[in-house]
């Protein structure tokens, strides 16, 4: 679907890079009268920024990027947003460090583990940067872990075991053969996420309070919906809403089509996200996350689940982020 169509229904860009099939200052000089609000990429899966940091690698085919953008959109008075990848990050996932583990010592190198003090302190250190540019709002994703599969390092190992008090170092939580140590697996999980999101927005808030922080939430069938949310990435969906009062509903992540309105998995989508209306009277804002809407079909579709949601903001990009199949497969748990 064309950049100007995309514009004119309301939907805001999250550019990368990547995805602009021109210059940064073409992509302005063409769009710039339709655009009231952007979000830019400052992280990307990858690992690496596209501004000058004192702490993470600059990519290097597009090291000032997020910066000139936010140069450009001051200048003319738009308003703007930043992206922050969090635990998908290549970079440190290269480290033996950072890495997460299956049960059997299989390492991803996409995606960290997301229980290393030495990458929250990292990561928080970014957040901060990004927040002292003069966007309004900020977007955090990739958020949670890889998948229940995920993570058995030797840290999180020994840490649960001293958390469920077990007389011998934690191994696995099966579900089958033992629940209530599998339920306990993942509610510790839960906790430590919650934990470490909290500490990102208190980073942000820190440096600009009245910055609007939106956490990513991925909803897809596939996953299972929010219980698969939960016990795949650990991501506790009242506890984010709250946190941040702003959630951004990634909508079908996994899935390549969204559905058509009036089949039975459009309305089973429905169903599932139900909570939006619940946590709207108290207080959360919502937004719609979607990876590429290719054509006037697919923004139909997503036009549609926002209405039938009543989510009145839709953000999208222009093409998928890098490494974004292998961590397709990682969340649906066939990286293995």
């Known amino acids: 679907m064309e950049i100007r169509d995309l514009l004119t229904r309301g939907v805001t860009l999250i550019v990368d890079p990547r995805g602009l099939k021109t210059s940064l200052?073409?992509?302005?000089?063409?769009?710039?009268?339709?655009?009231e609000y952007v979000v830019a990429v400052a992280k990307d899966p990858s690992g690496?920024?596209?501004?000058?940091?004192?702490?993470?690698?600059?990519?290097?085919?597009?090291?000032?990027?997020?910066?000139?953008?936010?140069?450009t959109t001051e200048a003319v008075g738009i308003r703007s947003g930043a992206y922050i990848n969090v635990f998908a990050d290549a970079f440190f996932a290269a480290d033996q460090e950072f890495k997460t583990y299956t049960?059997?010592?299989?390492?991803?190198?996409?995606?960290?583990?997301?229980?290393?003090?030495?990458?929250?302190?990292?990561?928080?250190?970014?957040?901060?940067e990004v927040a002292e540019t003069p966007?309004?709002?900020?977007?955090?994703?990739?958020?949670?872990?890889?998948?229940?599969?995920?993570?058995?390092?030797?840290?999180?190992?020994?840490?649960?075991?001293?958390?469920?008090?077990?007389?011998?170092?934690?191994?696995?939580?099966?579900?089958?053969?033992?629940?209530?140590?599998?339920?306990?697996?993942?509610?510790?999980?839960v906790g430590k996420m919650t934990n470490i999101i909290q500490q990102l927005v208190n980073a942000a808030k820190e440096v600009k309070p009245d910055l609007t922080v939106f956490l990513s939430y991925p909803i897809d069938s596939e996953s299972g919906y929010v219980t698969g949310t939960r016990t795949n990435l650990g991501l506790d969906l009242?506890?984010?809403?709250?946190?941040?009062?702003?959630?951004?509903?990634?909508?079908?992540?996994?899935t390549p089509i969204l559905p058509d309105p009036g089949t039975n998995d459009f309305?089973?989508?429905?169903?599932n996200i139900t909570f939006v209306d619940g946590l709207k009277k108290t207080g959360v804002d919502f937004a719609m996350t979607h990876w590429i809407l290719e054509d006037e079909a697919e923004y139909n579709r997503a036009k549609a689940l926002a209405d039938a949601t009543g989510i009145e903001h839709i953000y999208s990009m222009l093409g998928y982020p890098v490494n974004y199949q292998t961590i397709r497969e990682i969340r649906l748990g066939l990286g293995r």
């Open 267 to 271: 309305s089973n989508f429905i169903e």
């Open 238 to 254: 009242e506890a984010l809403a709250q946190m941040s009062k702003n959630l951004a509903i990634e909508i079908f992540p996994w």
């Open 135 to 189: 966007i309004q709002t900020l977007f955090l994703a990739n958020l949670g872990y890889p998948h229940a599969s995920y993570c058995y390092c030797n840290d999180c190992r020994e840490e649960f075991t001293k958390y469920a008090d077990l007389r011998h170092t934690f191994q696995i939580a099966d579900p089958s053969a033992n629940p209530a140590l599998y339920n306990q697996w993942i509610e510790w999980r």
């Open 48 to 71: 690496r920024v596209f501004y000058s940091s004192k702490v993470a690698p600059a990519n290097e085919e597009y090291p000032t990027f997020f910066s000139e953008a936010l140069d």
């Open 25 to 35: 200052d073409d992509f302005f000089a063409s769009y710039g009268g339709y655009l």
């Open 103 to 128: 049960t059997d010592g299989q390492s991803l190198g996409v995606l960290v583990c997301p229980n290393k003090p030495g990458f929250i302190q990292h990561i928080i250190t970014v957040v901060k």
